[in-house]
C-alpha cells in the first residue's frame, strides 16, 4: 500500500469514525475528537518532508521531540547530583537561593565533594585565625588622572544589558544596588529608566554599538555620551571589548525587538534590524585604545574609566601595557573576562573554544601589568562564575581587587537555569521581553533578596579571610591558594604560575615572557 492511500485511510477511517459517534450520541465527541486529532498528526507526519523520524514513526515518533524538549529538566531534578551540574551545580544555585532568602546555607555532614580528585583547590586557613572586620572593605577605583574616584564593594553586579533582561529584572537588580551599597554594570544595551529609576550606583558600559552614544550611521557621538555620564548615577565608565561568552563576536539585534522603548534606550531607529560589530570603529591599536580612554575619562569631567575583555593571547595585552608606559596613561580599572561564558547567548564553538579562562586571565593581566610597572596605578576586576564567598577570596588571592556576578544575581532574582535565556521564554521572568512573563518577577521581593545575596556573600568572604589569618584583602596572595595535582602533592598558585616581580619586564623579562614581550607593538594588534 502506497503512503498516500494510508494516509487517506486514517482520514476517511477517522472522520468517518466521528461521524458515527455523532448520530449515536452527541456525548460520543468526547472519544471521537481526540481520535480524530490523533489521526490528523498521523497523516500530516507520513506526507511532511522536514523529520524524517515522523515519516517513519507517525504519532508515536513525537515522544522523541518530547523528550528532547524536557530533557534539562529531567536532568536538572533528577539525574545530577549536587555537585556535578552545568554551569552551576545545584550545590551554588542552593547557596544563593538560601542567601538571597535570608536562610541560613550551612550543611551537615561534611563536604560531597571528592577532594582527592586533580585539580581540587584549598584556601589555606591559619593556626592563628583574627577577627571579622565590623563593616566590609571597599576598594578605591581612580588612578592619577581621575579625579573623581568611586569606592567598589568586593561584589558587584556584572555587565546584563536591558532587552536581554526584562525591564522588572533591571529594576530589581538595580534598586538591590542601591540598598546593599554596591555597583550595577548596565551591559552594552544603554542607560534604560530602568536602571536610572532606583538610583543606584551605574557603571556604564560602552560596546562596539556605542547604544545611548551614537551617531546615526553608528559611530561613536561625544556630545550624546558626555551629556548622559554627566547623570549622577553614572559612577564609572567601562569600555567593552570583549566579553567571555563570544570574544571577537559582535551581536544582531532583530527588527522584531527593536521596539519602541529599546529602540529610545539604544538610539536606533525603530523596527530595524541593528548590529553591533566585533571591533571599534574609534580606534584600532593599542595605543589608539590608551588615547581613547583618556578621552573617554575627560568626557565624563574625571569619573573612572576603565575597559572589560576575556584575554586571548599575551602579546596583545602587553602592547596595550607598551601603549600606557609611552603614552603615561592608564586606564582606571580592568575588568577581566573569563572563557567560561555568561549570561549572553553565543555560539557554542566560541563559549567552548575561544578565550582564556578567568583565571588564566586574570593572571595574565595581573601579571603584565605588575611587571610593567602600572598595577598600583590600575584596579582589577574579576568577571566570571563569581557565586560564592570562596569564589570572592580566590579571585583575590589570583589578583584582583574585587569581583562582578551576571549569573549569581540571576538566581537571586529567581533564574532557575532553564537556559531559555535567548528565546523570550524565561520561565522566570528574568531574561525576555514579554510582558505576561516578566510580571511574574516581583520587584519589591527580588531587590530585597539581591540585597541579602550581596551582603551574605561578602561576609562569607571576610569570614574565610579571617579564617585564613588575613585582615586586609591586598594581604591575599596566590601562596594561599593550593591545588591538588596528585595524591599527596599539593601546590600554591605561586608555584603553578609565573608571576611577575614590579617593573621586571621593563628590566630583564624572564624567559617565559621573553617572546611575548619582544612582539608586543603599541602600535598594532599583532598576535
Not at 57 to 81: C, D, K, W
Not at 321 to 341: L, Q, R
Request: charged share 20%; proline share 6%.
Amino acid at each position: 500500500m502506497t503512503r498516500f492511500a494510508t494516509v487517506g485511510l486514517l482520514v476517511v477511517g477517522a472522520v468517518g469514525g466521528v461521524l458515527l459517534a455523532l448520530l449515536v450520541s452527541p456525548w460520543w465527541w468526547l472519544l471521537a475528537a481526540p481520535l480524530l486529532a490523533v489521526a490528523l498528526t498521523g497523516a500530516y507526519d507520513l506526507v511532511q518532508r522536514r523529520h524524517n523520524v515522523l515519516r517513519n514513526y507517525p504519532v508515536l515518533g513525537h515522544a522523541r521531540y518530547l523528550m528532547e524538549a524536557v530533557r534539562p529538566e529531567l536532568q536538572q531534578y533528577f539525574v545530577e547530583r549536587n555537585y556535578d551540574g552545568r554551569p552551576f551545580d545545584r550545590d551554588t544555585r542552593s547557596i544563593v537561593y538560601e542567601r538571597a532568602k535570608g536562610v541560613s546555607a550551612e550543611e551537615p555532614f561534611g563536604s560531597e565533594r571528592d577532594m582527592d580528585q586533580r585539580g581540587y583547590e584549598l584556601l589555606v586557613p591559619s593556626m592563628a585565625p583574627v577577627d571579622v572586620p565590623q563593616e566590609p572593605p571597599r576598594v578605591r577605583v581612580g588612578g592619577p588622572d581621575c579625579t573623581r574616584p568611586y569606592d567598589m564593594a568586593l561584589l558587584n553586579v556584572s555587565a546584563m544589558s536591558f532587552g536581554s533582561l526584562s525591564a522588572n529584572a533591571v529594576l530589581a537588580l538595580n534598586t538591590g544596588a542601591a540598598r546593599g551599597g554596591f555597583a550595577h554594570d548596565t551591559g552594552e544595551g544603554g542607560l534604560s529608566e530602568y536602571h536610572l529609576r532606583p538610583g543606584g550606583d551605574l557603571v556604564w558600559e560602552i560596546g562596539t554599538g556605542y547604544f545611548g552614544c551614537r551617531t546615526r550611521d553608528g559611530d561613536f557621538d561625544a556630545e550624546k555620551f558626555a551629556e548622559k555620564a554627566a547623570h549622577p548615577a553614572v559612577r564609572c565608565v567601562s569600555l567593552k571589548l570583549s566579553q567571555g561568552a563570544k570574544p571577537g563576536i559582535g551581536g544582531v539585534l532583530p527588527a522584531s525587538k527593536v521596539n519602541t522603548e529599546i529602540a529610545s534606550v539604544r538610539g536606533v531607529p525603530e523596527g530595524e534590524t541593528v548590529v553591533s560589530p566585533p571591533y571599534h570603529r574609534v580606534f584600532s591599536t593599542p595605543r589608539e585604545l590608551v588615547l581613547f580612554v583618556a578621552r573617554l575619562r575627560e568626557l565624563t569631567g574625571g569619573k573612572p574609566v576603565g575597559f572589560k575583555l576575556c584575554p586571548g593571547s599575551r602579546t596583545q595585552f602587553l602592547a596595550v601595557c607598551k601603549a600606557m608606559a609611552a603614552e603615561g596613561i592608564t586606564p582606571d580599572f580592568i575588568v577581566v573576562d573569563g572563557a567560561e561564558g555568561g549570561t549572553g547567548a553565543a555560539p557554542l564553538e566560541f563559549a567552548d573554544h575561544l578565550g582564556l579562562p578567568l583565571t588564566d586571565g586574570l593572571i595574565t593581566v595581573h601579571s603584565a601589568l605588575t611587571g610593567t610597572g602600572l598595577r598600583d596605578r590600575v584596579r582589577i576586576g574579576a568577571s566570571g562564575k563569581v557565586a560564592t564567598g570562596a569564589d570572592i577570596v580566590k579571585r583575590l588571592a589570583m589578583g584582583a581587587d574585587y569581583t562582578n556576578a551576571a549569573r549569581a544575581m540571576m538566581f537571586a532574582v529567581g533564574c532557575i537555569q532553564a537556559q531559555r535565556c535567548h528565546t523570550n521564554r524565561c520561565p522566570t521572568g528574568v531574561t525576555t521581553q514579554d510582558p505576561r512573563r516578566a510580571r511574574a518577577l516581583d520587584v519589591a521581593d527580588k531587590s530585597a533578596r539581591v540585597t541579602r545575596y550581596q551582603q551574605a556573600t561578602v561576609q562569607s568572604a571576610l569570614r574565610i579571610m579571617a579564617a585564613m589569618g588575613v585582615h586586609d584583602t591586598a594581604k591575599l596572595g596566590p601562596h594561599l591558594l593550593r591545588r591538588r595535582e596528585d595524591r599527596g602533592h599539593f601546590r600554591s598558585y605561586a608555584e603553578l604560575y609565573g608571576w611577575l616581580s614590579p617593573g621586571q619586564l621593563l628590566a630583564e623579562p624572564p624567559e617565559s615572557w621573553a617572546a611575548d614581550w619582544r612582539a608586543a607593538d603599541p602600535d598594532a594588534f599583532t598576535l
